[in-house]
């Protein structure tokens, strides 16, 4: 029997629930005030409605149309299009890889929340107690005991959220969509109603035009649009393949999609006010406390938490669980597109090959819970970002785009949905996601020859990086050659 959605409602929450993630948190924020503040919403919405929602749509349709997970549905374009699908879900699957990881951390930090455990040196605290982190990505040193049990307890929960595919997935996203959502807000009234408040939302949001003259920052809004909302891993592709045959796909990827981006913004005003604040109180400007990913959450984040007038600890608590329930439906969304492509090709039992996915995940992501870790989740992350995402949202363009009547699907959209989209849409997919794509990848493999990433030790960036694009490649074509034992 074919996975089926129980309502349209949990379709869309998943879907939403798989883009919101701590990229809203973490990285959005960040990436605004860096590239012009204000002034980055144009790039970022322009990317948004030519880049992002064209391709939500596009692996939508994909999805409904083929009703198969992302392999499968490729496949029905052009056969060997599936080694595109199988590409797409190994680098979900390197991204769940660490993802967990840094879930685990949450579960520490949820832990350590309770007594403030991080104390007053909270970079300290963080870099060389609770990591103990290593000179370099070749010291690996010894796995960390606390951050195991992080992983494993992620690995648990992500579990048991997929336990029966969608019929359960589509329950659990009204918790993990709501309660991130609820948590916000109360960071974001917490936030702007402190000292400083506007000083931070300044720096957030100050528009400053002249840097749109630069390409970077349109590149960054690109592939920020590309990772927030999950394109391009296959996801959206099965998710959309478990809706009736009888479904919106047009409405639901403008909501989806705007609900990502709302969200992000949203998240920015939690981040920026209490910046203000911090900076405020420690006598910094603004620009000296700024930070982004594993630093704001788990050095700056604490410090802030510290600084709190009242019910800090209350505060603490929520933090980590509003960043434990964002991070959860984007990891399970990875697993069930990984886990739904398997077991429709192997015809195998969903409950062997969801704990089979987990348990190989969890002993690869124990290379991230050493001392060395965090300098391999860091070239991970960049390559599996920028090279694997990207070759495969240029792929699916072009591949889709010129194989595959891009009019009849978007006739078959148009007839399923709510309202229509027009020839625009063939024109983003063909011509201009592409072409934008391929001057990403492009910007960066110079950038890779000039330097390696990070400064790290070119081999370094040789196993994390160009080693593992190539090892997915070759598995995605050994998948694709398995034979498939239909049920
Ligand atoms: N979209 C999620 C976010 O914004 C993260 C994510 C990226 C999840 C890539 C899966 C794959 O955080």
């Given at each position: 029997?074919?996975?089926?959605w129980q309502s349209?409602t949990s379709f869309v929450l998943a879907?939403i629930g798989?883009?919101?993630?701590?990229?809203?948190?973490?990285?959005?924020?960040?990436?605004?005030?860096?590239?012009?503040?204000?002034?980055?919403?144009?790039?970022?919405?322009?990317?948004?409605?030519?880049?992002?929602?064209?391709?939500?749509?596009?692996?939508?349709?994909?999805?409904?149309?083929?009703?198969?997970?992302?392999?499968?549905?490729?496949?029905?374009?052009?056969?060997?299009?599936?080694?595109?699908?199988?590409?797409?879900?190994?680098?979900?699957?390197?991204?769940?890889?660490?993802?967990?990881?840094?879930?685990?951390?949450?579960?520490?930090?949820?832990?350590?929340?309770?007594?403030?455990?991080?104390?007053?040196?909270?970079?300290?605290?963080?870099?060389?107690?609770?990591?103990?982190?290593?000179?370099?990505?070749?010291?690996?040193?010894?796995?960390?005991?606390?951050?195991?049990?992080?992983?494993?307890?992620?690995?648990?929960?992500?579990?048991?959220c997929?336990?029966?595919?969608?019929?359960t997935v589509g329950k659990v996203v009204y918790f993990t969509v709501t309660i991130p959502w609820i948590?916000?807000?109360?960071?974001?009234?917490?936030?702007?109603?402190?000292?400083?408040?506007?000083?931070?939302?300044?720096?957030?949001?100050?528009?400053?035009?002249?840097?749109?003259?630069?390409?970077?920052?349109?590149?960054?809004?690109?592939?920020?649009?590309?990772?927030?909302?999950?394109?391009?891993?296959?996801?959206?592709?099965?998710?959309?393949?478990?809706?009736?045959?009888?479904?919106?796909?047009?409405?639901?990827?403008?909501?989806?999609?705007?609900?990502?981006?709302?969200?992000?913004?949203?998240?920015?005003?939690?981040?920026?006010?209490?910046?203000?604040?911090?900076?405020?109180?420690?006598?910094?400007?603004?620009?000296?406390?700024?930070?982004?990913?594993?630093?704001?959450?788990?050095?700056?984040?604490?410090?802030?938490?510290?600084?709190?007038?009242?019910?800090?600890?209350?505060?603490?608590?929520?933090?980590?669980?509003?960043?434990?329930t964002?991070?959860i439906d984007?990891?399970?969304?990875?697993?069930?597109?990984?886990?739904?492509?398997?077991?429709?090709?192997?015809?195998?039992?969903?409950?062997?090959?969801?704990?089979?996915?987990?348990?190989?995940?969890?002993?690869?992501?124990?290379?991230?819970?050493?001392?060395?870790?965090?300098?391999?989740?860091?070239?991970?992350?960049?390559?599996?970002?920028?090279?694997?995402?990207?070759?495969?949202?240029?792929?699916?363009?072009?591949?889709?785009?010129?194989?595959?009547?891009?009019?009849?699907?978007?006739?078959?959209?148009?007839?399923?949905?709510?309202?229509?989209?027009?020839?625009?849409?063939?024109?983003?997919?063909?011509?201009?996601?592409?072409?934008?794509?391929?001057?990403?990848?492009?910007?960066?493999?110079?950038?890779?020859?000039?330097?390696?990433?990070?400064?790290?030790?070119?081999?370094?960036?040789?196993?994390?990086?160009?080693?593992?694009?190539?090892?997915?490649?070759?598995?995605?074509?050994?998948?694709?050659?398995?034979?498939?034992?239909?049920?």
């Amino acid at each position: 029997m074919r996975d089926i959605w129980q309502s349209r409602t949990s379709f869309v929450l998943a879907s939403i629930g798989s883009a919101i993630g701590l990229g809203n948190i973490w990285r959005f924020p960040y990436i605004c005030y860096a590239n012009g503040g204000g002034a980055f919403l144009i790039p970022y919405l322009v990317a948004l409605f030519t880049a992002g929602i064209p391709l939500m749509i596009l692996e939508f349709s994909l999805g409904h149309y083929f009703e198969a997970p992302a392999p499968m549905a490729l496949g029905k374009v052009r056969k060997p299009f599936e080694i595109l699908g199988w590409f797409a879900l190994l680098v979900g699957f390197g991204i769940c890889t660490y993802y967990a990881v840094v879930m685990g951390w949450c579960f520490d930090y949820l832990g350590l929340a309770v007594k403030k455990a991080w104390g007053e040196h909270t970079q300290e605290f963080f870099f060389n107690e609770f990591l103990k982190i290593s000179q370099g990505p070749l010291m690996l040193g010894s796995i960390r005991g606390w951050i195991v049990l992080g992983l494993v307890l992620s690995w648990i929960w992500i579990i048991a959220c997929i336990w029966k595919g969608p019929t359960t997935v589509g329950k659990v996203v009204y918790f993990t969509v709501t309660i991130p959502w609820i948590i916000l807000i109360i960071f974001v009234i917490r936030g702007i109603t402190l000292p400083g408040a506007i000083e931070g939302l300044k720096f957030y949001l100050t528009p400053n035009f002249s840097k749109l003259l630069d390409y970077k920052v349109w590149l960054n809004a690109y592939s920020q649009v590309f990772f927030s909302l999950t394109i391009g891993f296959g996801v959206q592709i099965t998710y959309a393949s478990f809706l009736p045959k009888k479904a919106d796909i047009v409405n639901n990827a403008f909501l989806v999609s705007l609900a990502d981006a709302a969200t992000a913004f949203i998240g920015g005003f939690a981040v920026f006010s209490t910046l203000g604040y911090y900076a405020l109180k420690s006598g910094l400007p603004v620009d000296k406390v700024v930070a982004s990913g594993p630093q704001l959450a788990f050095v700056t984040y604490p410090t802030i938490i510290n600084l709190l007038p009242i019910g800090s600890v209350i505060f603490g608590i929520l933090f980590f669980i509003m960043l434990l329930t964002l991070g959860i439906d984007s990891a399970f969304s990875l697993v069930e597109a990984g886990a739904a492509g398997i077991k429709e090709k192997f015809n195998l039992n969903r409950t062997k090959v969801n704990i089979g996915f987990g348990v190989i995940a969890l002993v690869i992501g124990l290379i991230y819970t050493t001392n060395g870790g965090l300098y391999w989740l860091d070239i991970v992350d960049y390559f599996m970002n920028n090279f694997g995402l990207m070759i495969v949202a240029l792929l699916q363009c072009v591949l889709v785009g010129y194989f595959y009547s891009l009019k009849e699907l978007r006739h078959y959209a148009n007839n399923q949905s709510d309202f229509s989209i027009g020839i625009w849409w063939d024109f983003c997919i063909k011509i201009l996601t592409p072409v934008v794509v391929l001057f990403l990848v492009l910007s960066n493999i110079i950038d890779r020859i000039k330097t390696a990433y990070g400064n790290y030790p070119r081999i370094a960036e040789f196993l994390g990086g160009w080693l593992l694009v190539i090892i997915f490649i070759i598995t995605a074509i050994i998948l694709y050659k398995q034979k498939h034992r239909s049920a």
